[in-house]
């Protein structure tokens, strides 16, 4: 089976616009992907492929503290485009 990847042709500016908007460091992301926050970092920055798997968890976690807060929830489209 296939892994599905986001190939990054620059860094995920509105993944970290958004993961500092809800409150979140990079060790909690990389808490919740299972890796290093070093590379959690390089995925940010988009040196490393980031997979759709990894994507679809940071979009639930950010949409629930987004929630949180009585903000409007985002699409997969406003996180990663």
């Known amino acids: 089976m296939q892994k599905t990847t986001i190939k990054n042709d620059k860094r995920l500016y509105k993944l970290k616009y958004w993961r500092e908007f ?16 070093s590379n959690y970092c ?3 920055r988009g040196n490393t492929e980031i997979r759709l798997s990894e994507i ?10 987004l929630a949180n807060l009585g903000e ?10």
Do not use: F, S
């Not at 809800?22 to 299972?34: C, N, R, S, W, Y």
């Not at 997969?76 to 485009?81: A, F, K, T």
């Open 56 to 65: 679809l968890k940071i979009h639930k976690v950010i949409n629930q503290r």
């Open 42 to 44: 390089q995925k940010e």
């Open 72 to 81: 409007p929830q985002i699409t997969l489209d406003e996180l990663i485009r």
């Open 22 to 37: 809800v409150g979140l460091k990079q060790e909690d992301i990389a808490a919740l992907l299972g890796c290093k926050t």
